[in-house]
């Protein structure tokens, strides 16, 4: 196993002479087996080696007797070792993540403070073939691209990942062949972290068909790799083609239909990322919004997270960034009759007036065009943006319901919701573009006159 991974970090030009390499060690099977191995090969590879260890404080005492013991396996062999304590619980909560995302961000955190103190060119974490077949499942389950499926990397930029090479089983049998006892985490054995799951109950089943199982699904996450690697080269050469910096942000031709599903889904994500400053965000739904903007007829708008907007416009899209709202024109004077832009979203707000309500024309459906009963209409009228009072009458009892919430019922996206334009009196919101009007302004048999009210190149909520 030793001449295994030394080849494998060979390959993969992990380490160089004269470098310390940080061991991230819980005291768990994995980390423990790939220190010891570090240090069989520390001579060979003319590298030093530190360590590093931190107690999370989710397990209480047992954490604690992790903490002494990788102290007291290291002090043994004189390897310089720092011991980080913290509350992941308490971290997670004030952020607003899981325990599981908490506690990875501390420890990495961490991880780079004693690199930094230890003067570390590398630090080395001990992910091993199981965990990356985990990983692709985990991934795949939740819905993912190539990126996704390419598993867990043998080196991320200072990270390294000597393990990445064998199975579980060979790290218990190295162990277990020097008699080396170890800590025990009996999370790991909870069912209650979708990783666990996947451990516990998926991992098995598979093993059982294929006792391989790990190392090949390892093989297959190396192959997508590099078919990922490939995408992204063809990617680049696409976005060089087709998309050009234009008027503050992209234009994207629409000539970048003629390419494969694949790579205009690629360009459309690095023209977002790239105009945001931010991959965050983006998710799946909006590179296939962008795509979709494409067969829409030119002026058509769509709002996306980061405060992008996108447009369709002669011959492709303009993707930019919206003004930022306090600099915006928020409000706009609505006429009983004529029309007017609402820039900058881009949308042509036309009205009329019918007198003498037509008994037998069926009202609108189109969810742009819009009938209200216009004597039941008091202040005056006004295209905007949400404010804090804003409410909806919500049936013919008169009973309200605040914007706010009406959004969080209708599960309009966070971003959306300050984007999305209102036709309002004061505070009472008419209609929410895109979306319903209020009861209480409602056509019936006793309406005189009638106020239509369309929308040209609405798309954003579609």
């Known amino acids: 196993m030793q001449k295994k991974v030394r080849n494998f970090i060979d390959e993969y030009h992990m380490v160089e002479k004269g470098d310390c390499v940080l061991a991230a060690v819980s005291g768990g099977a994995d980390s423990l087996c790939m220190l010891l191995i570090l240090m069989e090969l520390s001579k060979e590879l003319e590298i030093r080696l530190c360590a590093v260890h931190v107690e999370h404080g989710i397990r ?19 390897i310089p070792c720092k011991i980080f304590h913290c509350d992941a619980i308490e971290y997670a909560r004030e952020r607003n993540m899981s325990l599981e995302e908490g506690a990875r961000e501390l420890r990495y955190g961490y991880f780079q403070q004693a690199a930094g103190e230890f003067g570390a060119d590398k630090t080395a974490v001990a992910h091993n073939q199981n965990d990356c077949a985990e990983t692709m499942l985990f991934h795949l389950a939740r819905g993912t691209g190539l990126r996704g499926l390419c598993g867990i990397l043998p080196v991320r930029d200072k990270i390294i990942r000597p393990l990445l090479c064998v199975e579980r089983q060979e790290i218990e049998k190295y162990l277990a062949e020097r008699n080396q006892s170890c800590c025990v985490d009996k999370t790991n054995e909870e069912l209650l972290y979708t990783r666990n799951k996947i451990r516990h109950q998926v991992m098995p089943v598979l093993s059982e068909i294929n006792c391989r199982a790990a190392a090949h699904m390892y093989q297959a996450a190396a192959a997508v790799k590099e078919a990922a690697e490939l995408v992204g080269e063809l990617t680049d050469r696409a976005f060089d083609l087709y998309v050009t910096a234009e008027d503050g942000g992209y234009f994207i031709s629409e000539k970048i239909l ?85 820039v900058p979203y881009g949308y042509e707000i036309q009205t009329r007036l019918i007198q003498n309500c037509p008994q037998n024309e069926e009202i609108p459906k189109n969810r742009y065009t819009k009938w209200m009963d216009y004597d039941k209409i008091k202040g005056t009228m006004r295209i905007r943006t949400r404010k804090e009072q804003d409410f909806l009458v919500i049936d013919a009892q008169g009973r309200r319901k605040k914007l706010k919430k009406y959004f969080v019922d209708e599960k309009v996206p966070g971003y959306q919701r300050d984007q999305i334009l209102l036709l309002a009196d004061d505070t009472h919101i008419l209609w929410v573009i895109g979306y319903r009007i209020s009861e209480d302004v409602k056509v019936t048999e006793h309406t005189r006159r009638i106020l239509e009210v369309r929308v040209n190149g609405g798309t954003a909520h579609e």
């Open 60 to 78: 209480g005492r047992e954490s604690e007797r992790d903490a002494e013991f990788v102290e007291k396996f290291c002090g043994s062999y004189q």
């Open 258 to 342: 003629e390419e494969k599903p694949v790579i205009l889904q690629g360009v459309l994500y690095q023209a977002f990322a790239k105009a945001a400053g931010s991959s965050r965000d983006i998710s799946k739904i909006h590179v296939t919004q962008m795509r979709e903007l494409f067969c829409l007829q030119s002026g058509r708008i769509l709002m996306l997270p980061e405060h992008m907007r996108a447009q369709r416009i002669h011959q492709g899209i303009l993707l930019r960034r919206m003004e930022q709202r306090k600099n915006m024109e928020q409000e706009w004077k609505v006429p009983e009759e004529g029309s007017f832009l609402t």
